[in-house]
């Protein structure tokens, strides 16, 4: 019988120099660097393009199960994540998350067993996240654990202080699971890309630059994470009290019923319940690696701004006790501050952003009418094509600074490059209630690529957290623009396109935000 | 079709340097890659190919030749590899090939030197005949090592030879008689280290495999690596 001293004496090292890949990397035969580490949660890592690994080398259950896990990561993971950052599609701790989620899958499908794959930390760690009342990491946690040894554990950490947390989190885990049977079963069929592929989505070998196949599905996995882990919005919390109120909701017997068993540290009736609904998590579906789609690099250049556009969005008199001209002269006897003058003040100016794609059907009159009802704003408008080269303009600064050009570039069809265009020109606001008016009809595509829910979620997300204003037409936005001019009260409104991937993703309504 | 398409870069390395004429070159690396095979079998050795293996004990007669007994009682001189591939097949010389040049002796290393010195400078004096032997056109030499570090051998060396190319990985030929399975993976393991399964540790892997399954065979050839040996294998196909 082999005894724990001579379990502890083995030196196990993993063998990663033997792993294939399709992208380039691990191609080349040569020694990876393997150092023994301890078999706590973080001190194991794995690099595949400095080809270094740290892992436990003895001879225990647990051991072996994080060596594999490595392994896994070796085979399956990027070599370089700063390009799947770059895309934005979800935020790095869920990528992070739902490729351990993946990861872990895997190594369960080739044949370990997870039940091993627990340091002891997992109580605590929920504990600890239930304490803070930190929603979004307990998400992240519970992906990142999905499928482990440790989640039971977790689950009861987490229920100390929260308890209604805790069926919402394995709701969560067991959706996972099953997403990834579903690709599993689909790619064995041939229907999907399976979960291990390290194909580059352009064929070319460069681990550092490409992005592998298998990885979009980290990604979905990911934005679906961002989503569930995503504080409500008011008008959420208000459906999810009128659910409260409705005695034959599954959702409020299952939270009354963990009631019973509160912890410790639960300080208000309100804290207790997870701010995910039951009916919300149900409808919020991850985006199918079919419907994901890339943009363009933007490309931005100014043109000439020859012509002076005098006045200001925004900008207006307000009566004054100082001045030369005494326009409000009716004011020396109704203002107990005497305010007759005038004193002008500036506008909060502004961002205009126009999709100058096909599908818009706009012409240069079109676009200079925006311009023209848009003074002191800085106006851009943006379009590309699947056979445009780097470095070729696709966004052009039409308005900036009180100047404008009288030159529009003609349209060259295609959008890709609306989330990036997007970005851009929240970089721009002057200040921070500039607003910002995207005159699109929410046709967003990426070069070459058809309509994708994952690119217009990423637009929606970007627009719903930096307020932007929607219009698609011509008439409407010149309206917005003089609304604003005026301070008129803006109602948002969101384009159809845009409605109907939120309601399929989310199963909410978009309109619903205001 | 260019022969060298598919070939991995180390091996298209030296088939251009010898379809380019170069006539003195290292192949240096882990073992077990094909080196020597190389040397002995490819680019031009139509007019024959002779080995030395180095050693600390080794002596000239293995190089340039000495007297042995014959049938009548007398001493007949025989020639070693090195004449031997000077002379070639009489009208073009062969190649020499000399592996771990740098565990042979001080007069032996000396020797090996004047062999494989230019045609022009390289001559040899026949202590049997008087003869002066000088290399045919068309001698080629091929030196092997296991040493890393190019920097460790001898100066005098380094400037005979000129071109030094690190052979990493086995040649495809030599994988094809292994079952196709396991073809990959005795690729990438040959340059890892510590790490490093050879060749002929795969062959007989899988000849053994054939017969006893996976786990046995891996038990008998790999020893305490088996088990990270079938882990890996078994992440790699998931």
Redesign the interface.
Known sequence: MTTIMEMKR?D?????????RKDGA?D?????T?QPCAAERGAPMTGILPRVMLVPVQDFELD?VI??HE??HA?VSPGNRGPWIDRGICSDRAMICAEEARVNF??A????DLEHLEDGTEQNAGERISERGDWEEAVFYTAAISGCGGLNKYLVGIRRHRPAWAPRLRRIHQLIQKEFRRIDRAASKGNDTPL?STRTRSGRLDPNKELVEGYFHTESIGEWLDRLAEEPHPDEKEEEEDEKKNPDDESESEAAGDDKDRGVGADKEGDMEPPLSKADLESQKPIRKESAGSWAQLNVKEQNLTRHVPGGLGKKRIASNMGRNPRRIGRMFTDPQKRIFDRKIKGNGGVVLIDYSGSMALDEQDVLKIMEAAPGCTVACYTTNDYDKDGRANLWVLGARGRMTTKIPRSRGGNGVDHPALVWAIQQKQSGNAPIVWVTDGGVLGPGQGYSDQLSMQCIKTCIKSKVLIRDRVSSAVELLNDIAARKPIKRWWPLYFRMSYKRQTGLSLTDIR | MDPNENLPQCWKDYNDVVAAGIDRVILFGPPGTGKTYAGLNMGDTDSGAWRLVCTEDMTNFDVTGGFLPGADGSFDWNDGAAIKAWRGNGITGGRLVVDEIDKAGGDVFATLLAMTDTVDSAKWENPATGRIETPKEGFSVVMTTNIENMEELPSALKDRFPCAIRINEPHPDALLNLPRNIREYARKMADAGDRRISLRQFYAYGQLAKNHGDERAANLIFGPKAEAFLDAIKVDTV
């Open positions: 083995k196990l090292r993993p063998m990663p120099e033997l792993i294939r691990n080349e035969p040569a020694e990876w393997v072996r060596r594999a392994m896994m085979k895997l190594v499908k080739a044949g370990f291990s």
